[in-house]
């Protein structure tokens, strides 16, 4: 009869300070996981951030080879390939072509070009331009194959003299299989109509002096420097 007895106000007290308990540890708890989750996710975030930052282009990467090398295509100069000098080597029947925009507009063309089969030609390319190319290969100048012809015959393409050909008067034969011909000297790369020294359509051999820096272009003619 004693226990039965007992004041019902302490078995209330009693669950109420067992249930605030329990609810403080619950909501403990919780705020401890979230916190640590919060905290998980910002170094997951920084080191994601991180290996991005570290990580180069995956564009550049393929755009430009370890050897230099680009593949035909559209470039943005000072975005995709930086700003310099190149060589392009014909493929096939090449297309070149430098703009001042992406507008396709035919007064945004700053230059352009056809070379001949197995044909080279420099550029000199400035940021913000776009170059393109087709059916060829493009390097850097100081990464680029020599374009010295092995058995002295120069044939259709554009050399720089000191570099690839010394400086002097050379005799330029009209090719076999053509009946024009025509060269053309510059003081650079740019293919800007300000920059020719001298040009002529060859319809006979004839003999040219050239002096180191110049480029000369040659088509359906040759020089036999041996």
């Known amino acids: 009869m004693g226990k039965s007895n007992k004041p019902f106000y302490k078995k209330w007290w009693f669950w109420v300070i067992v249930i605030i308990i329990i609810i403080v540890l619950t909501t403990g708890g919780g705020d401890e996981d ?3 989750n919060t905290a998980n996710e910002q170094t997951t975030n920084k080191t994601d951030d991180s290996n991005t930052a570290d ?3 995956g564009e550049k990467e393929e755009t430009i080879k370890d050897d230099g090398k680009i593949k035909s295509g559209t470039y943005k100069v000072g975005t995709d390939i930086p700003a310099g000098e190149y060589i392009v080597f014909a493929k096939g029947y090449t297309y070149i072509e430098s703009s001042k925009d992406s507008s396709g507009a035919l007064e945004s063309i700053i230059f352009n070009d056809n070379l001949s089969k197995e044909a080279n030609s420099y ?6 331009e776009y170059f393109k190319f087709q059916d060829g ?10 374009v010295i012809p ?5 044939t259709d393409g554009m050399y720089k003299i000191g570099k690839d050909i010394p400086a002097g008067e050379y005799k ?9 011909g025509y060269y053309e000297v510059s003081k650079s790369s740019s293919h800007q109509l300000e920059d020719i020294v001298t040009n002529e359509n060859v ?3 004839t003999y040219l002096t050239v002096s180191d820096g110049q480029y ?4 359906g003619v040759t020089i036999n420097t041996k």
């Open 34 to 36: 979230a916190t640590n």
């Open 55 to 57: 990580k180069p282009s």
């Open 123 to 128: 550029v000199t390319l400035n940021d913000g």
């Open 137 to 146: 290969e493009m390097y850097p100048v100081e990464q680029a194959p020599s």
């Open 150 to 154: 092995e058995d002295g015959v120069y």
């Open 172 to 180: 330029i034969t009209l090719g076999t299989d053509s009946e024009l």
């Open 203 to 205: 319809e006979a051999d």
């Open 216 to 219: 000369l272009k040659l088509q």
